[in-house]
């Protein structure tokens, strides 16, 4: 099976990979692109990224692993989808197989591959090429319909929406601060949130900042699914991005400002809530089940094994 390497998608062929996650997504019942990887292939991406494609024997686009090489710390990392009618015949062996000699080129072998759901499927095929189980980024899921407490917030501390141009700069430090030890959450530039800044699915309503005084000290970014964008199935929140600057902890601004998002995305008709939050972050894990959230998924990041 041929798998064909290029630096750059054209417009149809990212047409295609985009409806190809969207087939594999539909039958899965998890995307196996992340949401990164999608603006990459919508808005142009980093010059190193480098794409997979396998065909079927008409041109369809029936396989794609997308390889970013751009941290030069952790190595590269990589996504695959294949298809759910071209499956078991050796597409995904193939891409995986060339995503490895990617990584031997630019990233000196390090590599780490996403199994979005966490299929055992995915996992038969990472631990077969030699990776080893190193991540797990749960999705946790809660009713609106079910009761919510008032947001009670620390003293000083007051709630406005969002303002894009004016609170960019502070909001990128706190940022950068709250998830200083996050793969991907801590290295946000300008450009990462200006790009969702531009996505259909923004509300600035929804993107709440904590302020004391004139110091930004948390928020929480919601998000809808399913609301502007065609989905196979009825729009759900997200607690897209939550944080609290270090100097806040402690003072129950993370509970009041998660309540404050959720009664954000009650006030918008919403029955689900959802979230991603790394397995490991226990102390995150324990708030959101207090606020009543439960497993829904899990994604899971495998590590290469070097000699």
């Given amino acids: 099976m041929t798998v064909e390497r290029l630096d750059h998608l054209s417009t149809p062929q990212i047409d295609q990979v985009l409806a190809l996650s969207q087939a594999a997504g539909d039958t899965d019942g998890a995307l196996p692109l992340s949401e990164h990887v999608v ?88 631990v077969s090429l030699g990776f080893d189980r190193a991540r797990v980024l749960l999705q946790l899921r809660r009713s609106l319909y079910a009761p919510l407490d008032e947001v009670d917030l620390p003293e000083g501390v007051t709630l406005r929406a969002f303002r894009p141009g004016e609170d960019d700069a502070a909001w990128l430090a706190v940022n950068a601060a709250a998830f200083a030890d996050h793969p991907e959450q801590g290295r946000w530039t300008l450009d990462d949130l200006r790009v969702r800044l531009r996505e259909p699915w923004f509300d600035p309503e929804g993107f709440l900042l904590a302020f004391r005084g004139d110091q930004l000290v948390g928020f929480h970014w919601t998000k809808i699914h399913g609301d502007v ?40 008709g919403l029955a689900q809530v959802m979230l991603y939050v790394d397995e490991e972050n226990r102390r995150a894990v324990a708030l959101y089940q207090r606020l009543g959230f439960v497993r829904w998924a899990s994604d899971v990041s495998f590590q290469r094994s070097l000699p």
């Fill in 39 to 126: 603006l990459h292939l919508r808005h142009g991406g980093e010059a190193r990224a480098v794409h997979l494609l396998v065909r079927d024997a008409a041109g369809a686009v029936i396989g794609y692993a997308h390889v970013d090489t751009t941290d030069s710390v952790a190595g590269a990392s990589a996504e695959l989808a294949v298809h759910p009618q071209h499956r078991r015949h050796g597409a995904g062996r193939a891409l995986a197989t060339e995503v490895i000699k990617v990584a031997d080129e630019r990233a000196g072998g390090r590599l780490r591959l996403w199994a979005h759901g966490d299929h055992p499927s995915a996992s038969a095929l990472a």
């Fill in 229 to 268: 964008e065609d989905h196979a199935h009825e729009p759900i929140g997200e607690v897209y991005v939550l944080g609290v600057a270090p100097g806040a902890h402690g003072g129950g601004l993370g509970r009041a400002l998660t309540l404050a998002g959720l009664w954000h995305l009650r006030s918008r």
